[in-house]
């Protein structure tokens, strides 16, 4: 199918971006553009313009600073593919780069675009969720009258961050709590501490397929035992999971077989799927319990594994 019309418009500073957004209640940002461009062309979106990011400088990069490893929000997943600091730190990470999309959709798909479309089947919003990460998004109030600009003000150059928990940041399917006019620009991943290891499972019926059921897991070792645990689930709801329940359980344990499947457990009911083409409820659920005793199976000996 052919998308209705639309505007095109390809900004060359966050302001023009968010003036832009002000401008068009109903615009849409474009960053990579592999999640919103299938749902324009069978009309399940029907943006009146779209705000290309690609101009706009500043807004991709990988690197740790102040306890963190930030993202910019345009950064290519094929950057997360090739960086020896996630590759060696960021497990968790590294595992769900790995299996978004196929390589030719990571070369152009961005890791702010797959958090902020807020599509429940993409990968990356678990895995934040697991690793407690927070987001940044800049935005341009108007000074004068403490609101976000109008169309008719000029933006000022003083932009505002704020920065906003995993836990908040997902309010629906497709939806944030991003405001009108205020921008992803960065993801901030607290740094692994000691004994930290984290892992990814994902089952799909064919590569670069959306994930019949996903499990991210972060948790750190200490003294033998999980002092800490992130467990979020891809695609079982209309958000992405948190999983607080398999969290409790891998705490405090020693990480053996019984702790897993009490967590593995935990999670398949806290899981919310609805029945489609990629399964019934009982399947998916299944799934979720089998794919989370494998994450933190995993997690658990790269924890072990991790500089003391």
């Known amino acids: 199918m052919i998308p209705p019309q639309f505007d095109y ?45 690609r ?22 997943e094929s950057e997360l593919e090739k960086s020896e600091l ?33 599509d429940p089947g993409n990968d990356h919003p678990a895995t934040m969720l697991a690793y407690r990460a927070s987001f940044v998004g800049r935005s341009f109030p108007d000074r004068r009258s403490g609101t976000l600009l109008e169309q ?10 704020r920065t906003i928990g995993a836990d908040d940041f997902f309010t629906g399917p ?18 692994p501490e000691a004994g930290s290891g984290g892992a990814y499972e994902k089952f799909e019926r ?14 750190r070792l200490e003294g033998g035992r999980i002092a800490e645990a992130g467990v979020a689930l891809t695609n079982v709801g209309l958000t992405p999971i948190r999983a607080s329940a398999a969290e409790a359980a891998l705490i405090g344990s020693d990480g053996g ?21 990629r399964g019934s409820v009982e399947y998916k659920r299944a799934v979720v319990r089998t794919l989370t005793f494998r994450a933190a199976s995993r997690a658990v000996a790269r924890a072990k594994e991790a500089p003391a």
Request: charged fraction near 20%; proline fraction near 7%.
């Open 206 to 219: 064919k590569v670069g397929d959306y994930a019949v059921a996903a499990v991210a897991v972060q948790l």
């Open 257 to 277: 077989e019984a702790a897993l499947d009490e967590a593995a457990g935990a999670a398949a009911a806290a899981a919310e799927p609805h029945e489609d083409h």
């Open 152 to 161: 008719r003000h000029e933006l000022p150059l003083q932009a505002e961050d």
């Open 9 to 53: 418009h390809v900004p060359e500073s966050l302001a023009d971006a968010s003036r832009l957004l002000l401008a068009n209640p109903e615009a849409k940002l474009l960053a990579g553009g592999h999640s919103l461009i299938p749902m324009m062309r069978f009309r399940l979106a029907e943006p009146s313009a779209l705000v290309d990011l």
């Open 174 to 191: 497709f939806s944030t709590c991003l405001k009108p006019g205020e921008i992803l620009i960065e993801i901030r991943i607290p740094a």
């Open 55 to 76: 101009k706009i400088p500043g807004l991709a990069g990988i690197g740790e600073a102040e306890g963190c490893l930030r993202i910019g929000a345009m950064t290519r």
């Open 86 to 118: 996630v590759q060696g730190r960021y497990p968790l990470l590294a595992d769900t780069a790995r299996v978004i999309g196929d390589p030719l959709v990571r070369n152009l798909a961005t890791v702010g675009g797959n958090v902020a479309h807020a």
